[in-house]
């Protein structure tokens, strides 16, 4: 049985797994990542570790053809998204995500095509985890200047 719990959002293709927290006094364990569930069933070849200082500019950045997904162990980020795929049901669509390390951690799934910004939230630096589909190429990433939603 599997302990997954898969959300649906407002953009086509966005999921998010809740991570499940094994913690007592010695402190926490949390699997992230199974090749086995669902949301991570286009496989990933490459894994990301990056930090986000405090009031940095952020960009849009956009994987036109690989899957990425997303883990905040530290900190908390506030995370943009925008549809750029035209023949997506929800193309234009733009949401606002916060994401953090607390207790309720989840992972999110973005689909190729939709363009994703993180701001950090709070005064320490915010680390977020990236997996990144098997046909990444560091080429095919796109960048664009950031606005926020409206």
């Avoid at 069933?41 to 940095?56: P, W």
């Avoid at 990425?68 to 998204?81: D, E, I, M, R």
């Avoid at 992972?107 to 990444?136: D, M, R, T």
Wanted: one cysteine or more.
């Amino acid at each position: 049985m599997r302990d997954a719990i898969l959300v649906e959002v407002k953009i086509e293709g966005i999921a998010f797994h809740q991570i499940r927290t094994f913690s007592d006094n010695r402190g926490f364990f949390r699997e992230v990542a199974r090749m086995d569930l669902p949301l991570f069933e286009e496989g990933f070849a490459r894994k990301f570790h990056a930090s986000l200082a405090l009031g940095k500019a952020p960009l849009w950045m956009c994987h036109p053809t690989e899957t990425a997904w997303f883990y905040v162990p530290t900190g908390a980020v506030s995370l943009q998204l925008r549809d750029l795929r035209e023949k997506s049901s929800t193309f234009g669509v733009q949401i606002q995500y916060e994401l953090s390390g607390a207790e309720q951690a989840s992972v999110i799934k973005i689909p190729a095509g939709v363009a994703y910004s993180f701001e950090a939230l709070n005064a320490s630096c915010a680390e977020i985890i990236q997996l990144v589909g098997a046909n990444y190429s560091h080429k095919n990433l796109k960048y664009f200047p950031f606005e926020k939603s409206h």
